[in-house]
């Protein structure tokens, strides 16, 4: 399947021309007929501006780039002086996040796993192939458990916490979405970079001046 375009050139597809009524056909126009429902199914393989947003994720090639969609969709949403493309834009972005990115996510996830634990049986498969010569060329055995040691640390990655910003919570709370959605978007990408942002945003929406980037990052 092809790379459809961005999400923001099909909202900004024109809308596609209605057909004309079609002229009573005859048995001699059955060709006609056939050629017709070609063009058609070939045009429904095209993007245009009614494609399902459903078949554009799936046929994204990962979850990066439905990221880097989802942000381009916001900031498009931001600027965009048309009323309906804002909204359906926001559609979009509500659908993103609430079905398609979980569910992109936790396959990432099952994957990963998966190839964890191919690694780790090709890692014991080594080691036991490396015992086996050890003992028979009467090698000391404490190297192998420092192999051990040394490959169970490679191979035991801690998972990263869970991160929740209690200042989008507060402004949630508040009413205040459009500083949220600020707040959760910055906690979410979880760069250092990104701590004068999250002042600025709370200076800019609270008055206050005093909040601090960091508390973005509390553990849940």
């Known amino acids: 399947m092809t790379v459809p375009p961005s999400l923001v050139d099909i909202i900004r597809c024109p809308p596609q021309p209605r057909g004309a009524a079609s002229s009573p056909t005859t048995r001699s126009s059955f060709a006609n007929d056939q ?4 063009q058609q199914q070939q045009k429904k393989k095209q993007w245009s501006r009614d494609s399902c947003l459903s078949a554009l994720v799936d046929a994204m090639p990962s979850v990066s780039h439905l990221l880097s969609e989802a942000d381009e969709l916001d ?3 931001r600027s965009c002086p048309n009323l309906y493309e804002r909204v359906r834009a926001l559609f979009f972005l509500y ?7 979980p569910q992109k996510l936790a396959e990432q996830e099952e994957e990963e ?5 191919r690694r780790k049986e090709e890692e014991t498969e080594k080691n036991g192939g490396e015992e086996e010569e050890e003992e028979e060329g009467g090698k000391d055995s404490s190297e192998v458990g420092n192999s051990r040691k040394e490959t169970s640390k490679r191979t035991a990655t801690p998972t990263a916490p869970n991160l929740i910003c209690p200042l989008g919570y507060r402004a949630l709370l508040d009413r205040r979405f459009e500083e949220a959605i600020d707040y959760f978007l910055i906690a979410c990408r979880g760069d250092e970079g990104k701590d004068d942002t999250c002042t600025d945003v709370g200076s800019s929406s ?9 508390e973005c990052y509390h553990k849940a």
């Open 35 to 38: 050629q017709q429902q070609e």
């Open 75 to 77: 900031a498009f949403r």
């Open 95 to 101: 659908a993103i996040h609430r079905f398609h990115l």
């Open 113 to 117: 796993q998966r190839k964890k634990k």
């Open 206 to 214: 609270s008055g206050s001046g005093s909040v601090d980037g960091r």
